[in-house]
């Protein structure tokens, strides 16, 4: 089972920026991120390939974050800018353990626990 452990959520202002990592504690193929907002289902925001050669994001999303993999370190990170109040939510990180890219929820295996973050108007 891997385990997987974000970090670099929080508190900024709306325009602000903030940069979430995901370290994985074995091999995945595709990995991912979804944020939940309160009473809202999950979201899709942002899934990256195994070679980081393709990336997909939602449309809410595009333009504005950038989803990046270190293989080497077994991390995924989200730099977020030009951030808005309907951002605010719960980002989880996920991953797949057969390789298979999509931004569908349901591919995902591994899921992280989750890190909040707060978009202030």
């Known amino acids: 089972q891997v385990q997987l452990v974000e970090s670099g959520g929080g508190l900024v202002q709306a325009g602000g920026s903030l940069r979430l990592s995901c370290a994985a504690s074995?091999?995945?193929?595709?990995m991912g991120w979804f944020r939940q907002a309160p009473g809202k289902e999950r979201e899709f925001v942002a899934a990256i390939s195994w070679s980081g050669s393709s990336t997909v994001y939602g449309d809410s999303v595009k333009g504005r974050f950038t989803i990046s993999r270190d293989n080497a370190k077994n991390t995924v990170n989200l730099q977020m800018n030009s951030l808005k109040p309907e951002d605010t939510a719960v980002y989880y990180c996920?991953?797949?353990?057969?390789?298979?890219?999509?931004?569908?929820?349901?591919?995902?295996?591994?899921w992280g626990h989750g890190t909040q973050v707060t978009v202030s108007s």
């Open positions: 074995g091999r995945t193929f595709s």
């Open positions: 996920a991953a797949t353990r057969i390789p298979v890219f999509s931004g569908s929820i349901s591919l995902y295996d591994y």
